[in-house]
């Protein structure tokens, strides 16, 4: 009970978990990526299409990971 109370009171701190590149059924491309929380460790997934303001950020998270 106190996990829920405390993930929604929680101000996220998402940080890049894990991406990989996905097809949906359309066909469409695109990254699917997942973050966590590291304040309560809620995840949340999302998924960025190609060309999108969105697929920067994913990139610019994913070097500063690699390094």
């Keep these: 009970m ?3 109370i405390r993930r929604l009171c929680c101000h996220h701190a998402y940080v ?3 991406w990989h590149w996905a097809r ?3 066909g469409d491309r695109g990254a699917e ?3 966590k929380c590291i304040k309560c ?3 949340s997934r999302d998924r ?3 060309g999108s303001p969105f ?3 994913l990139m610019t998270d994913f070097a500063r990971y690699m390094r």
């Design 2 to 4: 106190f996990r829920i």
């Design 16 to 18: 890049l978990t894990r």
């Design 24 to 26: 949906d059924p359309r």
């Design 33 to 35: 990526v997942e973050y």
């Design 41 to 43: 460790g809620k995840r």
């Design 48 to 50: 960025v299409a190609p």
């Design 55 to 57: 697929e920067h950020v």
